[in-house]
């Protein structure tokens, strides 16, 4: 199941994440999907701000993993500089994605081998200057994510 959601400014999609966030659950991995400057850090900062992490979060690219402390740890991702596979098996990743915490990942399709099965991935696509179509790709236990929807 898949649900779309544009939103016209950089608050509305942290709105979104922050939704997002207080559902997220130990084990939970999201793959986010898009451009540079889709809006994949922004949704991110307010998928930890849902999760109570009071941290500044911003995009891991150099470091290739953040990892935050909220209702349960967040563990940010950024495979923008990946080369290969290899490094996300160096970094330990199944200590990540199948650890205490929930996992986001931006530059999900780098490592779409890897992901659980049941993972959320969200695909943000630019319409314009301010606006982003956010399409959200429910995994099974899609009862929980419902209530994601802004109008639900
Ligand atoms: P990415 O991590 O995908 O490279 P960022 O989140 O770092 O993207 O940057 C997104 C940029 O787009 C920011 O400068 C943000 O302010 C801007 N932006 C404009 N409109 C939106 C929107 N509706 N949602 C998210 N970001 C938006
Ligand atoms: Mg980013």
Avoid at 43 to 63: C, E, H, M, N, Q
């Amino acid at each position: 199941m898949m649900m779309s959601v544009v939103t016209h400014r950089p608050w509305q999609t942290i709105e979104l994440g922050k939704r997002l966030g207080h559902l997220l659950e130990k084990g939970d991995v999201v793959a986010l999907v898009g451009e540079l400057g889709a809006g994949k850090t922004t949704l991110t900062t307010g998928i930890a701000a849902g999760l109570g992490v009071k941290d500044y979060v911003r995009s891991p690219t150099f470091t290739l993993i953040n990892e935050y402390q909220g209702r349960i740890p967040l563990y940010h991702f950024d495979l923008y500089r990946l080369s290969c596979l290899t490094d996300l098996e160096e970094l330990g990743y199944q200590e990540y994605f199948y650890g205490e915490g929930a996992t986001i990942i931006e530059w999900a399709q780098k490592c779409k081998e890897l992901l659980p099965q049941n993972h959320l991935r969200i695909e943000i696509e630019v319409v314009d200057k301010e606006s982003r179509q956010i399409n959200i790709f429910l995994p099974e236990d899609r009862n929980r994510w419902a209530f994601a929807h802004p109008t639900g």
